[in-house]
Nanobody, 115 residues
Framework: QVQLVESGGGLVQAGGSLRLSCAAS????????MGWYRQAPGKERELVAD???????NYADSVKGRFTISGDFARNTVYLQMNSLKPEDTAVYYC?????????WGTGTLVTVSS
């Protein structure tokens, strides 16, 4: 079993910053990639950013230039630095890790950005 635990969510004013962290534990062989998704009320879950073991990062257009993903695959952790937050960034943020053909998910951390 693999568990992903997110932390760092909270309430912030527009223009502020938050840093999300995700730590994996359990039977881990080698994650191919780790990332962050988010789901706003009434909307589908969407990719925010992901990063491969080789260090290639991919971002949603809506967060490019504002969010930065980083990963420590030796420690099975991934981070998301979120700057210049907007009210439309309000969502539950989920950590994701990909190993072989399996996707693992955290339970989510709520980010609320007030205007």
């Amino acid at each position: 079993q693999v568990q992903l635990v997110e932390s760092g969510g909270g309430l912030v004013q527009a223009g502020g910053s938050l840093r999300l962290s995700c730590a994996a534990s359990g039977t881990i062989f080698s994650f191919n990639a780790m990332g962050w998704y988010r789901q706003a009320p009434g909307k589908e879950r969407e990719l925010v950013a992901d990063i491969t073991r080789g260090g290639n990062a991919n971002y949603a257009d809506s967060v490019k230039g504002r969010f930065t993903i980083s990963g420590d695959f030796a420690r099975n952790t991934v981070y998301l630095q979120m700057n210049s937050l907007k009210p439309e960034d309000t969502a539950v943020y989920y950590c994701n890790a990909h190993q072989s053909d399996i996707n693992y998910w955290g339970t989510g951390t709520l980010v609320t950005v007030s205007s």
